[in-house]
Structure formats: C-alpha cells, structure tokens
C-alpha cells in the first residue's frame, strides 16, 4: 500500500539527538551526491511536523522546536558584525564524537551557493503555532525561552531597513528555491510566510500589558501586508488590461502606475493565457519589475493563510482548472511556470545545469507540493480537484520510489538529478490522502494553518 510505504520511509527518516528524535532527514536515498540531503531541512520537515501533528505525535514537533530554537542566533559572524539573534538555520544533524553528541547547523554557509534561509524562522512560528492549536500546549508557547525567541525573531524580520513597501526585502535562493533563479527582491513565497508568520506571532506572544503594542503594531502590519499584496501582486483580467494601458514615467504622490512598469514588460505568454474568470498573484514585484510568473507555493500558501480573497481564491482554482495540463499535468504541482529558456536561462540562473527549463526549480513537477495544493482545493470546495491530484500520484510515487522531483513540461519523467526516497514526497502524499479520507485530519488542519478567508 502507497500510503503505509509512506509511512515507513517517515519512520526511516527520523534523526535523534540525546535519545529523542528531533526531526527528520530530507532523503533516504543511499546514492545521494549531495550530502546535506541527510540533514534535517527546516521547509522540509514542516509536512512532517504536519503528519505528527494530525496523527496525535506532537512531542516529536515540539523537540524539533526546542532543537532549532536553541540554534537560533549560532551563524557564523562576519568580522564587525552583530549577531542576529533571530536568524534560525537552514537544516541541522547530529554527529557524535567520543560518545558526546552535538547539533551541527547550516545557517547556508555550508550550502551550495551559500544562501540565506529566511524562510526557515517563518516556518518555525507558523509551526509553533500549529503544535500548540493541535497539542492545546499553551505553556510551551508561553514559557521565558519560546516568549524571547519569538521576540528575536520579530526583532530581525520587523527591523527597518531600505524598504519602500511593506514587503519583506530578501536576497536570491532565500526559501524551497534555494538555487539562483532570479527570485531576489520581493518573492511572493516569502511574502506568504511573513504574512503567515506575523499572524501567528500576534497569537503567540503572551497577551500582557507588556506585549499588547507589539501586538497591534503586528496586526496592523500584516493587514497592510495583506492589502499590498491584493493591490499590487494579484493579477487578473482586469489588472492586466490595467497595465496594459500604463502611462509610465509618472511623477508624484498621486500616480496610477506607482511602480513605473512598462507595458511593453507584459511578457507574450500572457496573452491570452488568463481567461477572464482566473486570476493568481504574481511572482515578485519591485520598483519597474513584475515577475509575472506563475509560482505554486506562494498561491496556494496565500489561499490557505486568507491572503486572496474568497473571489480570489476560486479566481486561482479556475486557473488551475483551466491551465490543468501545464500547472499540474502527469505529475502534482508545477514549481513555476513558465520555465526560463535561452539566454533569459542563461543570464538569471547563471547557466545552471540543474535549473535547465522545466527541470529542478526552473518549471520542474514536485510531488510535495501536493500537500498545499490538496488542503487549498479542499478549503476553497474543489474536492474534485484535490480528488484527481490524489489519483495522479498515489500508485506512482511509490512505484517511482519517492523521487523528489519530476521533469518536463508536463511532468511526466523523474528528476534528472532527483533524489529518490525523498521524505517531503512522501509526507505531501500523506497529509494529502489524510486530509481527504478523514474529517477529523481535515478539521484539525484546519485549525492548525491560519484560515481567514474574507473578502
Ligand atoms: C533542495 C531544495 C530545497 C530543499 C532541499 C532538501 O535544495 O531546493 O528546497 O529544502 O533540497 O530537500
């Protein structure tokens, strides 16, 4: 059965530290090149920390929590600079030495590239905050040492810098797009955590005297967050004809086209491409730039943190709906689309083999993405959907041995250099299947990822 091999390779990828699992590898995969697969990556243990949280294992989230908040601030320093307290690392495993174990981190400079993990602290609160709706363990949250990681964590992310909007500024390859692929900026991924991230953090710090301006500061951040992200990152046919009528060049406070886009920017798949009942957010936007690629995680994490609207949210299952064949096709979900080719390829992934078109990040099919996709069509009533999803993949990936990746326009070949035994393949599929076959998962779900649909 899929799901219960599924099952085993979760059980198999369970790292401990001092007798106590702590988290899990990202791969199984004896043959792995890259030997950071046998790390506990913080995005990709969120699905796992899911799948305990929904089958009642909540101790195992919590040591992961306590794992990584005792990371946190442990990066290496250049020479002259402060320590970022906040800063929470990109994975972690354990070593052993003379019978004395440690917790080795990758804050990325170990990582190939050497990229940041912005993503990994937002991540981290939103999980706190589904370990304590799901464990009702409350006095976790609010003990001295959660109270003060959430404060640094706050402390870096909320800290003015050159920003012009109230977007999160980040470099490349901050978040699951952890290789150069013109994703520096203003990413919509990593606007959906911040989002989901100050939502959870208004929640979780204690409510005292002390907290109670943070905690209104916090509100009235994400809900400028969110309003900025309806203005200027969805896109539908109504914004589209808007912009394809920009007047660029505007001057002063009052201007129609506030980011000097230029029309001839609108690149020619577009057209035609948005019928007029789709709509999705785009994929970056910053001063004279949108990214109008179409990326999944950040749309379908907008749907299920209550970034679109409930008008919006059924706008982006028509498109996927719509656009079945490209967005989702012989294997669930499309990272991004449309892939780069040619010197577009060449010049923002610096000719990166890995990131050819429709391989890796670069338009490649990732089975994990099935766990988002799945709870948004569900939550947004397209069962149907979610439904052909679970039929698409139950039986191949195990028959295809969990690989971690697919290529192809359509999806339809295993990863070039994918791993296989890739756990977060395997965690989609259950969270998935769970979530459909059982109400209880399915409330509980819901309860434990922020759900505010309004319009
Ligand atoms: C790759 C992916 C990244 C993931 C890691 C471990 O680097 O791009 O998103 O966290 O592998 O699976």
């Known amino acids: 059965m899929p799901i219960e091999s599924a099952y085993k390779l979760l059980n198999r990828s369970l790292i401990y530290h001092e007798g106590k699992p702590v988290g899990t590898a990202a791969a199984c995969d004896d043959r792995v090149v890259a030997a950071n697969y046998n790390d506990c990556f913080v995005r990709d243990f969120v699905p796992s920390a899911i799948v305990f949280l929904l089958s009642g294992q909540h101790e195992i989230v919590r040591n992961f929590l306590v794992t990584l908040m005792h990371l946190g601030g442990h990066q290496h320093v250049l020479k002259g600079h402060k320590r970022s307290m906040g800063l929470m690392p990109a994975s972690f495993h354990v070593i052993e030495e003379d019978g004395n174990e440690s917790v080795i981190a990758d804050f990325g400079d170990r990582a190939i590239g050497r990229v940041t ?59 699951m797009i952890d290789r150069r692929m013109a994703v520096y900026g203003y990413p919509l991924e990593i606007q959906a955590l911040y989002y989901g991230m100050l939502l959870s953090a208004e929640e979780l710090l204690t409510d005292n005297d002390t907290n109670k301006k943070t905690r209104a500061d916090l509100r009235i951040l994400s809900d400028t967050l969110r309003d900025h992200l309806r203005t200027y990152y969805w896109l539908d046919r109504r ?65 299920l943190f ?25 294997m669930p979900v499309k990272i991004v689309y449309p892939a780069m080719v040619g010197d577009k390829w060449r010049f923002s992934t610096g000719s990166d083999p890995k990131n050819v078109p429709y391989s890796y990040h670069n338009g490649g099919n990732w089975p994990v993405l099935a766990w988002s996709f ?29 690989p971690e990746y697919y290529d192809g326009r359509k999806g339809d070949l295993i990863g070039r250099r994918a791993n296989f035994h890739q756990v977060w393949t395997a965690t989609g599929l259950i969270i998935a299947h769970e979530v459909m076959e059982n109400p209880d998962s399915r409330a509980l779900f819901d309860k434990m990822l922020i759900c505010n649909l309004t319009d």
């Open 239 to 303: 914004r589209l004809n808007e912009m394809h009528r920009f007047y660029a060049e505007e001057f002063g406070l009052e201007v129609v086209n506030v980011l000097n886009v230029y029309p001839e920017s609108i690149p020619k798949w577009l057209d035609g491409w948005l019928d007029a009942r789709s709509g999705y957010f785009v994929g970056n936007v910053g001063p004279g730039r949108v990214d109008f690629r179409f990326f999944a995680q950040g749309n379908l994490l907008a749907i």
């Open 374 to 402: 799945v709870t948004a069509s569900i939550r947004t009533g397209r069962v149907e959907l979610a439904e052909q999803t679970l039929n698409i993949m139950t039986e191949r990936l195990k028959k295809d041995n969990w």
């Open 306 to 330: 209550g970034i679109s609207t409930g008008t919006g949210s059924q706008a982006l299952m028509n498109l996927y709906l719509h656009h079945w064949e490209e967005l989702v096709g012989e």
């Open 117 to 175: 993990p912005v993503d990994s602290a937002l991540w981290w609160m939103i999980v706190l905050r589904a370990y304590v709706v799901a464990s009702g363990d409350r006095v976790f949250a609010d003990s001295d040492e959660v109270q003060q990681c959430i404060k640094n964590i706050l402390d870096l992310y909320l800290r003015e810098s050159f920003e012009s909007s109230p977007t999160l500024l980040v470099p490349d390859a901050s978040f």
